[in-house]
């Protein structure tokens, strides 16, 4: 059973610092892993998928890192901005060729003007 | 050209009321899914249809019945609405082979009162 464990809960920087967010998950026969941000009483965006195969994915000033065989990703944020207030998930198949996505409880981050 | 997009975004509605959530998506996608994100923000997998057929039925209460007309839509039905039903329900949706995006609709903000 596929677990995901997002740290911190909240964290909140002023503007202009690059942060990174963190998932850890406990099956690392994964097939692909994807962060989404979720605004206030908004949807869900999807911001990067990367795939077991890769090592890193770039959109942006956002990079995701995957390490399958630690159970880690990390998304970097290059030089944050107000705008990117919101909370970010991550997300894996459950396992076993599944498309259903479980999901990590989030990182509400704040950047401040 | 809203990808996946549901309807209403926000329904109030007194408890032992039936209502209906429909999800429409124009991706061109094979399977769709319900999500239910509870007060913690927490998201889980309701269902999942591939091709207008159910291949995931979590542990749901059969009040909740989902209806897949065609692979672009997917309806939920709820029955006899009870106060725990209060959530934000989200709708998605993608090619659902192992390793593919998904995408997210904006979400419905049921509140039963």
């Known amino acids: 059973k596929q677990e995901v464990t997002q740290i911190p809960a909240a964290l909140s920087v002023p503007e202009g610092e690059n942060l990174v967010l963190n998932c850890s998950f406990t099956d690392s026969a994964i097939y692909n892993l994807q962060w989404f941000r979720q605004d206030p009483g908004k949807g869900l965006t999807s911001l990067l998928l990367i795939q077991s195969s890769q090592r890193e994915q770039t959109s942006g000033r956002l990079n995701a890192s995957l390490d399958k065989s630690s159970g880690r990703s990390t998304l970097y944020i290059a030089a944050s901005q107000p705008g990117d207030s919101a909370t970010y998930l991550c997300?894996?198949?459950?396992?076993?060729?599944?498309?259903?996505?479980?999901f990590g409880k989030g990182t509400k981050l704040t950047v401040n003007p | 050209d809203t990808a996946v997009s549901q309807t209403p975004k926000y329904l109030v509605t007194q408890m032992g009321n039936d209502k209906s959530i429909k999800c429409e998506q124009n991706l061109g996608h094979d399977t769709m899914y319900w999500y239910k994100q509870d007060s913690k923000k927490f998201l889980k997998i309701m269902f999942s249809?591939?091709?207008?057929?159910?291949?995931i039925n979590e542990t749901v209460p059969n009040r909740f019945s989902p209806k897949s007309p065609d692979k672009a839509h997917l309806n939920l039905h709820i029955n006899s609405l009870e106060l725990g039903d209060s959530a934000v329900y989200f709708c998605?949706?993608?090619?659902?082979?192992?390793?593919?995006?998904?995408?997210f609709g904006q979400g419905t903000r049921l509140t039963v009162v």
């Open positions: 249809y591939n091709n207008k057929e159910l291949i």
């Open positions: 998605a949706s993608s090619h659902g082979q192992g390793g593919t995006e998904a995408f």
């Open positions: 997300a894996l198949p459950r396992g076993g060729g599944s498309e259903k996505l479980v």
